[in-house]
């Protein structure tokens, strides 16, 4: 048993470390060598286990497979300079997770499996965690409907699994953007708001398009008008108007309320720069960026961490940024990355010790 009351750990005989360098690993590619998993049935979760990372039986009629009852989060553990680590802002995923579980009506998971599980797997894996420039280890909690009957109805039972990946940086270039006016990721009264797997699936046929226009990603508009700015691709998005660091609001439940968004706001804060959350129009940041007055341009996610965009297009009209010249968005990702290394003080107690 572990340092966690209730949770076996069944370790596996030889490490695939060995076999693995972790540099420059791409994202989401490379697994650790073991993952948590806990089961819930008869209306309470079951004790869980730490076992070695291991394929799934699986039924053809799983209910997650035919109605989209799955959700996940993404976290990320560091590694300091003297090889302690550290997972940042665990606490914040875990209440979006349960927000996330309440909307697709399945069961809140308990902190004691959710951060216990993730402290003791992150420990035992603690080996995997890459200590090279804008590495880190990813850690994806998710949960699934595990039905094996076909009906349109919320699942009795359900799988929450940990696994962790090392990786490398996400974007390591510039991106470019297009703002797309025709297909829609939220709606407000849906799921925007969630980290659910539909949300992802459905963004995927727009997202291929603007890629074959030689386009990284897609920054979504209203589903109403095609007019209000909402994320940009799977990142929260920002803007430098005027000095000011301004970015969609959260109110109408349509965007993710990122944590790294929320750490960006307060980081961005503390270096005395003024930030504001709400609505911005495509029409407004034209007309700020005519008149010379959008500075920077940036996505923010756990993935991407902090990603600068050289180019946005909407129709015709395309608006070019060097980001070469920018002071802002790597100032943030600097102090992002110095708090999460440990280089720099943790003033707001945003990490957790793994160890």
């Known amino acids: 048993m572990s340092a966690v009351t209730g949770i076996k750990i069944t370790q596996t005989e030889k490490s695939r470390l060995d076999d693995q360098s972790l540099e420059k690993v791409p994202f989401g590619k490379y697994f650790t060598d073991h993952m948590l998993v806990a089961e819930y049935a008869d209306g309470e979760w079951k004790k869980p286990e730490i076992m070695p ?31 302690e680590v550290s997972v940042f802002r665990p606490f914040d995923n875990f209440k979006r997770f349960n927000i996330s579980a309440q909307r697709m009506q399945m069961p809140a998971v308990p902190e004691e499996i959710f951060i216990g599980g993730l402290k003791t797997l992150v ?23 595990t ?82 700015l909402q994320e940009v691709g799977m990142m929260n998005v920002f803007f430098i108007i005027n000095n000011i660091a301004v970015t969609p609001s959260l109110e109408e439940g349509t965007i993710l309320a990122g944590v790294t968004r929320n750490s960006s706001l307060q980081v961005l804060q503390d270096m005395g720069i003024e930030v ?45 940024f ?13 102090k992002l990355d110095g708090i999460r290394k440990g280089t720099a003080a943790d003033t707001h107690g945003w990490l957790l010790k793994i160890g």
């Open 322 to 334: 060097d980001t070469d010249t920018w002071k802002i968005a790597p100032a943030l990702k600097a």
């Open 276 to 320: 504001s959350e709400r609505r911005i129009s495509i029409d407004e940041l034209m007309d700020a960026h005519k008149a010379g007055l959008v500075s920077e341009v940036f996505g923010t996610g756990t993935a991407a961490t902090i990603s600068m965009i050289r180019e946005l297009r909407y129709k015709d009209y395309i608006m070019h």
């Open 53 to 83: 990372y291991q394929a799934l039986p699986m039924e053809p009629s799983l209910a997650a497979l035919h109605y989209g009852q799955s959700i996940f989060e993404g976290i990320k553990a560091y590694k300091s300079e003297s090889g």
């Open 147 to 228: 039905d094996p009957v076909l009906g349109v109805k919320p699942s009795s039972t359900y799988k929450f699994i940990i696994l962790l990946s090392p990786t490398g940086p996400y974007y390591s270039t510039p991106m470019r953007i297009y703002v797309e006016e025709k297909y829609t990721r939220a709606v407000a009264g849906g799921v925007g708001h969630t980290k659910n797997a539909g949300n992802y699936g459905l963004s995927m046929y727009p997202t291929v398009k603007a890629q074959e226009l030689g386009y990284d990603q897609v920054l979504w508009t209203d589903a109403f008008e095609h007019k209000y």
């Open 123 to 145: 420990n035992l894996d603690r080996n995997w965690v890459p200590a090279f420039t804008d590495h880190s280890l990813y850690i994806r909690p998710f949960m699934f409907a």
